[in-house]
């Protein structure tokens, strides 16, 4: 009988999903989105994407040369990691400083760590942090839509004389905190929020947009249900405790969801395989996390969006979790005897 006994490595069990199926499922995902910064920030959106994909698979392929490591950029990580980091910056970023944020996102982010499966932060949120500190003007100066102005001007952060072109809601949101009134000027843009008419970071201006992608990863189970769940619910009642507060200071949860980096952060940043836990309650308990200190820097604190620390918190957290929601092995827990 132990003939026939076939003994190996693991993992013994195989799944129908390999890495580059799941990349591929996340770059269709974030297609309509893609054409909605296409569609509202024209050729800023094009170079943009195309600068911190290249520069992000670039700066793989460098990495793996020098560390003398097989070529990686068929998984396509690196081209997830570049359009998740253009549609996390300003429209109008200057080329060189998008490149300057995928090579550190891929080589300090990823890379360092090893390469995709070792990686403690997600390599996207890491490359925007070093932009963040190092551009600081550059992270908050924004682009008008094209389809409110086709010459698509810049507005800083600070310009608040035409709510409709406000550098961003949630900077408006923020103005409305600091003076105390002025929260229904942003609740009176949900409806742009929606489509995208609004100034923002590339990628996650279009709420409709992202939730068709973030629906197409659930419907492939690409992802599971429960970090985006968390995410949103979290900052939904997070949210809803402020505005029914007092809702002339403070903006309403559903703006909350539509608007930044919440919708995006929720499906494919948050959900990252390899940054995230992996029990069902790990996953609960991260989402809760991400959301409610997105909502805290959001309302308490100065800076006007916080899905960027938020998620980087967690990824630091992430292995206590995975420690305290240990996972049942297959056949169920051992016996004590």
């Given amino acids: 009988m132990l003939k026939d006994i076939t003994v190996s490595c693991a993992p013994h069990i195989s799944g129908r999903f390999s890495t580059r199926s799941v990349m591929v499922d996340v770059i269709i995902a974030l297609v309509p989105a893609m054409l909605a910064a296409g569609y509202y920030f024209r050729m800023h959106a094009v170079i943009l994407v195309a600068t911190c994909v290249l520069s992000s698979m670039a700066t793989e392929w460098l990495c793996n040369l020098i560390r003398k490591k097989p070529n990686s950029l068929g998984d396509f990580s690196a081209v997830i990691t570049g359009i998740i980091l253009a549609f996390s910056v300003p429209p109008n970023l200057p080329v060189w ?31 925007r942090a070093f932009i963040a500190v190092s551009f600081g003007m550059m992270m908050t100066t924004w682009t008008v839509p094209a389809t409110i102005n086709p010459e698509m001007p810049n507005i800083s952060a600070e310009n608040t004389v035409d709510a409709r072109t406000q550098a961003t809601p949630l900077a408006l949101s923020k103005e409305a905190i600091k003076k105390g009134a002025g929260a229904e000027i942003v609740n ?34 690409t992802i599971s249900i429960h970090i985006p769940l968390a995410v949103l619910l979290s ?29 995006i952060g929720a499906f494919f940043i948050a ?6 836990p992996l029990s069902v309650k790990g996953m609960w308990i991260f989402g809760c996390g991400v959301g409610i200190v997105t909502m805290l820097i959001r309302i308490v604190g100065e800076y006007p969006e916080g899905m960027m620390f938020s998620i980087l918190l967690m990824n630091a957290v992430t292995p206590l979790i995975d420690r305290f929601c240990k996972l ?10």
Wanted: one cysteine or more; hydrophobic letters at 50%.
């Fill in 328 to 337: 049942i092995p297959a056949g169920g827990k051992p016996s004590a005897t």
């Fill in 97 to 127: 400083a998008a490149v300057i944020g995928s090579c550190f996102a891929i080589a300090i982010g990823k890379m360092v760590f090893g390469g995709l499966g070792a990686n403690i932060f997600n390599p996207a949120m890491v490359g």
């Fill in 271 to 276: 959900t990252d395989p390899v940054t995230a």
């Fill in 235 to 263: 900052a939904f009642v997070f949210g809803s405790i402020a505005w029914l507060i007092n809702p002339e200071v403070y903006i309403s949860p559903v703006v909350h969801l539509a608007t930044g980096g919440l919708l």
């Fill in 188 to 221: 009176e843009q949900l409806k742009d929020a929606a489509i995208g008419q609004v100034g923002g970071c590339l990628g996650e201006t279009s709420a409709i947009a992202l939730l068709i992608g973030g629906i197409y990863l659930l419907i492939r189970k």
